[in-house]
T-cell receptor
């Protein structure tokens, strides 16, 4: 069965520290897509990154970086020099095709990140 | 371009009542999905609509139903509300065929059933 595990329920760091959020997934598909979303207190899920199963290149976007390793089924997210504005709940998600072009996301339970000033 | 808008933002209902939640898709998007997010949990897929028809459903009972209108806006209806239906309901839109590029989510409707 498809599954996404985010073992870290809550992480607290002091501003300017680096922090890594872990994501482990299970899928039977050979082609799949992984995502990270940020959920601030306002509630909406903000898209951060998408990665397909054939692209294992790590990616860096400003202070954000992602490490995708198929061998360990992990897609970890690192924030460098964290800031208070990074405080939010972060979700890792796996896209699963339901058929006929319908895709649903399977989300992990999220990691609440608190960045203290 | 406008994003996904949902209404109302908060709602309190009594057990056994019925509720309708509304969603306006992002401009240019023709597919809408609904997710239920219980407190402290990740969102769970309810169903997806395309061309005004349901074409994918998660593990939710039939009392959860939906509609999609010609302008791609959507409604989520829940009948016979139960206490466990209390959650944040998120609407997400995309352009069919590009769903794996990421959905655009609304801010959600927080439903409390008492």
């Amino acid at each position: 069965a498809q599954k996404v595990t985010q073992a870290q329920t809550e992480i607290s760091v002091v501003e300017k520290e680096d922090v890594t959020l872990d994501c482990v997934y299970e899928t039977r598909d050979t082609t799949y897509y992984l995502f990270w979303y940020k959920q601030p207190p306002s509630g909406e899920l903000v898209f951060l990154i998408r990665r397909n199963s054939f692209d294992e290149q790590n990616e860096i976007s400003g202070r954000y970086s992602w490490n995708f390793q198929k061998s360990t089924s992990s897609f970890n997210f690192t924030i460098t020099a964290s800031q208070v504005v990074d405080s939010a709940v972060y979700f890792c998600a796996l896209s699963e095709e339901e058929g006929s072009g319908t895709y649903k996301y399977i989300f992990g339970t999220g990691t609440r990140l608190k960045v203290l000033a | 371009e406008t994003g996904v808008t949902q209404s109302p933002t908060h709602l309190i209902k009594t057990r056994g009542q019925q509720v309708t939640l509304r969603c306006s898709s992002q401009s240019g998007h023709n597919t809408v999905s609904w997710y239920q997010q219980a407190l402290g949990q990740g969102p769970q897929f309810i169903f997806q609509y395309y061309r005004e028809e349901e074409n994918g459903r998660g593990n939710f009972p039939p009392r959860f139903s939906g509609l999609q209108f010609p302008n791609y806006s959507s409604e989520l209806n829940v009948n016979a509300l139960e206490l466990d239906d209390s959650a944040l309901y998120l609407c997400a839109s995309s352009f069919r065929g590009l769903a794996n590029y990421g959905y655009t989510f609304g801010s959600g409707t927080r439903l409390t059933v008492v």
